[in-house]
């Protein structure tokens, strides 16, 4: 019977969860970050579930692994795994990384107050202000991001037909904006909402082709994102992104919130310069802004920014024992 140990520094991005794991990562072959992801998914997704789910982790639980870089204009690589997968891009974690490690000193960039990223998604670069040991804020330049399908039609029991955009910020997003059949996510229980965005997932992974144009191995909807009145001075706009089987973002989201910016450009509502303070399901805020605008196989597409900031709340170390029926971990939901 084998131990596999993992050292890990626990912490949260604006109330969601970070777990980022500095000791326990495995090995991994590819020539790109993309590539190492494609192998951990097929050699060691076990390691995701073990440190993700129940019991060691919960429904919201959110991590990653650190590697060294596969691109010279980079200072460390990110593997990102959390209860819906191995993700090309996730920006609350992002955040959360950039902060224990720059707090902890386990990466030293060549830039101060600059980290950049190798991310499966791609480069990602963030900037940090740091007081003392602190890291204050974390701004990330997020991966070119589109509107990728508009008025999409979906149904589903609860709330019957409804018009939906597609966007992409790292990952693809349903973004369901008020309209006949829904109003605000205000009006439904966050249990309504993972019900609901669990049945809307899978009604559009089974009805539509959701394909990156630029990477084949980014595609199908793990996520979807509720939107609704701000509540929260300051806020220009809220949103509940349900991810997994049963995990409600606690922060604003950061690959939600670049979809965001993306479908607002795509159907001209915004525009280069412009912001987007994005509220969360419990009244945080990350400030998103369109740094440039770009073009991605064809489609209009911008650079996003998105800054927040993350806390350290802890250090564990976890043990996955083959001895335990549940060293995988297991989904109640």
Same mark, same amino acid.
């Given at each position: 019977?084998?131990?596999?140990?993992?050292?890990?520094?626990?912490?949260?991005?604006?109330?969601?969860?970070?777990?980022?794991?500095?000791?326990?990562?495995?090995?991994?072959?590819?020539?790109?970050?993309?590539?190492?992801?494609?192998?951990?998914?097929?050699?060691?997704?076990?390691?995701?579930?073990?440190?993700?789910?129940?019991?060691?982790?919960?429904?919201?639980?959110?991590?990653?692994?650190?590697?060294?870089?596969?691109?010279?204009?980079?200072?460390?690589?990110?593997?990102?795994?959390?209860?819906?997968?191995?993700?090309p891009m996730c920006g609350h974690g992002t955040i959360g990384v950039v902060t224990m490690a720059i707090e902890h000193?386990?990466?030293?960039?060549?830039?101060?107050?600059?980290?950049?990223?190798?991310?499966?998604?791609?480069?990602?670069?963030?900037?940090?202000?740091?007081?003392?040991?602190?890291?204050?804020?974390?701004?990330?330049?997020?991966?070119?991001?589109?509107?990728?399908?508009?008025?999409?039609?979906?149904?589903?029991?609860?709330?019957?037909?409804?018009?939906?955009?597609?966007?992409?910020?790292?990952?693809?997003?349903?973004?369901?904006?008020?309209?006949?059949?829904?109003?605000?996510?205000?009006d439904y229980t966050p249990a309504q909402l993972v019900a609901m965005g669990n049945e809307l997932r899978d009604y559009?992974?089974?009805?539509?082709?959701?394909?990156?144009?630029?990477?084949?191995? %980014?595609?199908?909807?793990?996520?979807?994102?509720?939107?609704?009145?701000?509540?929260?001075?300051?806020?220009?706009?809220?949103?509940?992104?349900?991810?997994?089987?049963?995990?409600?973002?606690?922060?604003?989201?950061?690959?939600?919130?670049?979809?965001?910016?993306?479908?607002?450009?795509?159907?001209?509502?915004?525009?280069?310069?412009?912001?987007?303070?994005?509220?969360?399901?419990?009244?945080?805020?990350f400030t998103g802004s369109i740094e440039a605008e770009c073009d991605v196989a064809g489609i209009a597409a911008i650079?996003?920014? %998105?800054?927040?900031?993350?806390?350290?709340?802890?250090?564990?170390? %976890?043990?996955?024992?083959?001895?335990?029926?549940?060293?995988?971990?297991?989904?109640?939901?």
């Amino acid at each position: 019977m084998a131990v596999t140990e993992f050292e890990c520094i626990d912490g949260h991005t604006c109330g969601n969860p970070v777990r980022l794991v500095t000791k326990g990562a495995p090995e991994l072959t590819g020539n790109t970050q993309a590539e190492r992801r494609l192998d951990f998914l097929q050699r060691y997704d076990w390691m995701r579930t073990g440190l993700m789910y129940e019991p060691r982790g919960h429904a919201q639980m959110s991590g990653a692994f650190l590697y060294p870089p596969t691109r010279d204009d980079c200072d460390v690589a990110v593997l990102y795994i959390e209860t819906s997968g191995c993700l090309p891009m996730c920006g609350h974690g992002t955040i959360g990384v950039v902060t224990m490690a720059i707090e902890h000193g386990i990466v030293t960039p060549k830039t101060p107050g600059v980290l950049n990223l190798d991310t499966p998604a791609g480069k990602v670069v963030a900037e940090y202000t740091q007081v003392g040991r602190k890291v204050k804020s974390v701004k990330l330049t997020n991966v070119p991001s589109f509107l990728f399908m508009k008025d999409v039609e979906v149904e589903i029991a609860a709330l019957g037909k409804l018009t939906v955009d597609i966007a992409y910020g790292g990952n693809f997003y349903p973004i369901v904006e008020a309209q006949d059949n829904y109003r605000d996510m205000a009006d439904y229980t966050p249990a309504q909402l993972v019900a609901m965005g669990n049945e809307l997932r899978d009604y559009l992974n089974a009805h539509y082709d959701i394909v990156h144009p630029l990477d084949a191995n %980014i595609r199908g909807v793990r996520h979807v994102q509720w939107t609704g009145a701000p509540r929260t001075p300051g806020s220009h706009a809220a949103n509940a992104v349900l991810y997994g089987a049963a995990a409600l973002d606690r922060s604003p989201c950061g690959t939600g919130t670049s979809a965001r910016l993306a479908q607002r450009y795509g159907r001209g509502l915004m525009k280069a310069g412009d912001v987007l303070v994005h509220e969360s399901i419990i009244g945080s805020q990350f400030t998103g802004s369109i740094e440039a605008e770009c073009d991605v196989a064809g489609i209009a597409a911008i650079i996003p920014g %998105i800054e927040g900031w993350a806390i350290t709340t802890g250090y564990n170390r %976890i043990l996955l024992d083959d001895a335990d029926p549940y060293v995988h971990g297991f989904v109640v939901a």
